[in-house]
């Protein structure tokens, strides 16, 4: 069978290169940028390093276009395995990355706020760079939801893995742990915010476990995908 069947790395190359900007957009751009509770202050760092902070938002798109790329070179490995869940695996990551693209307005609004156009003299300094803030919130509320989804993907996959026989079943495993992980941070960030610093902390192994084991898998080793189906004649 192994050969009729050829080795592919194409899945990790995509994870790794979805991974490196989602660093920069996830860790760095709050990390550089945005000061909880103070609005001039994250008003300043916006206005004195827009073009960073340009880069933040590039970061996510691409971090977006590779996680759909990403999606679908899964798809072509799994859907000998099951086409229905390989296809649920699809429709999930296309949701996530919707709802990204339409929090990057919340990005973008920061400096359109905070920009010299001539009709924004009818507010005060003040009051825009409250407006300001109130967009920076609502980015981490749109990702908190757009966790949700990260969570769901992992289900299928976990469940292909699992299912495919050319995997180790543990990397499913941990994949399905990584769902509960991101879905449990949403749900709470929705309904019960005040915990959210204690469960935050409480699911980050579950981050880990779920996901960082199936790259290193797919790095290293690879996965056999077999050979495309033959196309019925005219």
Do not use: H
Not at 152 to 178: D, N, Q, T
Request: glycine share 6%; with cysteine.
């Amino acid at each position: 069978m192994n050969a009729t069947k050829s080795v592919t790395r194409r899945p990790a190359l995509l994870y790794w290169l979805m991974g490196a900007p989602a660093v920069m957009s996830l860790q760095w751009v709050p990390a550089t940028f945005f000061v909880p509770g103070d609005a001039t202050a994250t008003a300043a760092r916006i206005t004195n390093s827009v073009l960073a902070y340009r880069f933040g938002i590039v970061f996510d798109l691409l971090c977006n276009v590779f996680f759909l790329l990403l999606a679908w070179a899964l798809y072509d490995v799994f859907k000998s395995v099951d086409r229905k869940l390989a296809r649920l695996l699809v429709l999930f990551v296309t949701v996530s990355v919707a709802i990204a693209f339409a929090t990057e307005i919340t990005q973008v609004a920061p400096l359109v706020l905070l920009g010299s156009a001539s009709y924004l003299s009818a507010f005060t300094k003040p009051q825009l760079e409250a407006l300001a803030m109130v967009f920076v919130r609502l980015r981490s509320a749109g990702l908190a939801i757009d966790a949700f989804f990260w969570g769901l993907w992992l289900l299928p996959f976990g469940l292909l893995v699992i299912k495919s026989g050319f995997l180790p079943k543990i990397l499913g495993y941990c994949l399905i742990a990584g769902c509960v992980g991101y879905v449990t941070y949403s749900l709470v960030y929705i309904l019960l915010p005040t915990y959210l610093s204690i469960v935050a902390r409480a699911v980050l192994p579950l981050y880990a476990i779920g996901e960082v084991p199936i790259i290193l898998w797919l790095t290293i080793k690879g996965v056999r995908v077999p050979p495309p189906e033959p196309q019925p004649s005219a």
